[in-house]
């Protein structure tokens, strides 16, 4: 069974810095597209960013709110996805998913983590 | 950039068939695939649908997915309406310069 176990979420400052966890079970981790995705209280969906396999390059891509403030990374060793938030300011506030896209009898299906929440305040 | 709309509020009662659409702005629907992602509330969204059609195990099969080329969207139903399928449903699809597009979400109320 896959599980996607996020951690790190709070309160931080506008301005300050949090790093999220997530702790992948269930399936190849190395082998997967690892993607965070947000939802702001009350709102919808929003993509943050991803990054790929180390196999497909382990390259990241970022959604321009967060360009240059965040930055995803993946340690295979641990099955563990990271993500970094820096300069952050108060409509970062959300809950935060881990998401792992990966191949399932020949499909690619998305699974989502329970999410964390991340509080930005003075 | 290209955008996915869906409608905001879908009602229907219980034992009836629902279809939720998702419509592409730009490029066609055809092109990349699209997924459906269920949020019950309070809970994380789940995937429902996955490559236009595909229903990941454990998924009913009274939901179903499709596409449409001549209106250039997406569809969800659901058939048989149950009360737990009261929930926030969303669409999700990409491109090469939009690795990630979501519709802004559809409620569905099941009365």
């Known amino acids: 069974e896959v599980q996607l176990v996020e951690s790190g979420g709070g309160l931080v400052k506008p301005g300050g810095s949090l790093r999220l966890s997530c702790a992948a079970s269930g399936f190849t981790f190395s082998n997967a597209w690892m993607s965070w995705v947000r939802q702001a209280p009350g709102k919808g969906l929003e993509w943050v960013g991803r990054?790929?396999?180390?196999?497909?390059?382990?390259?990241?891509d970022y959604a321009a709110p967060v360009k240059g403030r965040f930055t995803i990374s993946r340690d295979d060793s641990k099955n563990t996805l990271y993500l970094q938030m820096n300069s952050l300011k108060t409509e970062d506030t959300a809950v935060y998913y881990c998401?792992?896209?990966?191949?399932?009898?020949?499909?690619?299906?998305?699974?989502w983590g329970q999410g964390t929440l991340v509080t930005v305040s003075s | 950039n290209f955008m996915l709309t869906q409608p905001h509020s879908v009602s229907e009662s219980p034992g009836k068939t629902v279809t939720i659409s998702c419509t592409r702005s730009?490029?066609?629907?055809?092109?990349?695939?699209v997924q459906w992602y269920q949020q019950r509330p309070g809970s994380a969204p789940t995937t429902v649908i996955y490559?236009?059609?595909?229903?990941p195990s454990g998924v009913p099969d009274r939901f179903s997915g499709s596409i449409d080329s001549s209106s250039n969207s997406a569809s969800l139903t659901i058939s048989g309406l149950k009360t737990e399928d009261e929930a926030d449903y969303y669409c999700?699809?990409?491109?090469?310069?939009?690795?990630?597009?979501f519709g802004g979400g559809t409620k569905l109320t099941v009365l």
């Open positions: 998401l792992a896209t990966t191949v399932v009898a020949g499909g690619l299906i998305d699974y």
């Open positions: 490559e236009d059609n595909q229903r």
């Open positions: 999700q699809s990409y491109d090469s310069s939009n690795p990630w597009v």
């Open positions: 990054i790929k396999s180390k196999t497909d390059g382990g390259t990241t």
């Open positions: 730009s490029g066609s629907i055809a092109s990349n695939y």
